[in-house]
Nanobody, 117 residues
Framework: QVQLVESGGGLVQPGGSLRLSCGAP????????MGWYRQPPGKQRDVVAL???????SYADSVKGRFTISRDNAKNTVYLQMNSLKPEDTAVYYC???????????WGQGTQVTVSS
């Protein structure tokens, strides 16, 4: 069973920063598109940022200019650097691995991010 292991969530004040990390097995990391999704309380899960195996990135409009997704191929790890955090960024953040040939994408267990004073 493929495991995506997340870390880095926590409580931060508005305007603060956090960095999330997600480790994946090498065979997954090298060929899958990696991404971060989030699910606020009582709402659906939505995409935050995506990065392909070629390091092409895309972002939700709500986080552009504040969040940066990156990958370290030597560590099989994808990161989400979150700056200028707002209370509306509060959510459970999930790491995702997707490949068009695999109908069942892989998910991490989720990590809570709370932005509050």
């Amino acid at each position: 069973q493929v495991q995506l292991v997340e870390s880095g969530g926590g409580l931060v004040q508005p305007g603060g920063s956090l960095r999330l990390s997600c480790g994946a097995p090498e065979n997954i990391f090298r060929t899958y598109r990696m991404g971060w999704y989030r699910q606020p309380p009582g709402k659906q899960r939505d995409v935050v940022a995506l990065i392909t195996s070629a390091s092409s990135t895309s972002y939700a409009d709500s986080v552009k200019g504040r969040f940066t997704i990156s990958r370290d191929n030597a560590k099989n790890t994808v990161y989400l650097q979150m700056n200028s955090l707002k209370p509306e960024d509060t959510a459970v953040y999930y790491c995702n691995a997707y490949h068009p040939y695999n109908p069942s994408p892989y998910w991490g267990q989720g990590t809570q991010v709370t932005v509050s004073s």
